[in-house]
């Protein structure tokens, strides 16, 4: 299992968000969780990446707070997650744990299933 965290060039979250990832990953206690941070220079390397803005964090491809309801824009600026207490620079530790939770949950796509995604252009 993977955990992403993309970020932008001088991200001013990423002392924070290395402390959140790595209490998530204690919290959920999963050794098999491979942990990578990479940083992102510009708007065409965000879109490639699926970059919602900086931090963004994904668990196997799969954004914590997104999920499968993804929107198409994409930056290395700032990002904002809607909280229970407003719209933050972090997400709550909770989200993270929740998403790998999903994850290791989630049942494997089927061969079936996959072949009867529409091809993309």
Known sequence: MRVQVFTGRGCAH?????KLV???VAEDGGSDLQVEFLQLSDYDEAK?????????????GVDIEYGDREPLEYTTGCRY???PDGWKALPYRSMLVKAIHRAR??????????AQRPESD
Request: hydrophobic letters at 30%; proline letters at 9%.
């Open 22 to 24: 790595t209490e998530s």
């Open 81 to 83: 997650y809607n909280t």
């Open 48 to 60: 490639v990446r699926k970059c919602f803005g900086s931090p963004t964090i994904r668990v196997d």
């Open 105 to 114: 949950t989630r049942p494997p796509a089927s061969s079936a299933a996959r």
């Open 14 to 18: 990423l002392d924070d968000i290395a």
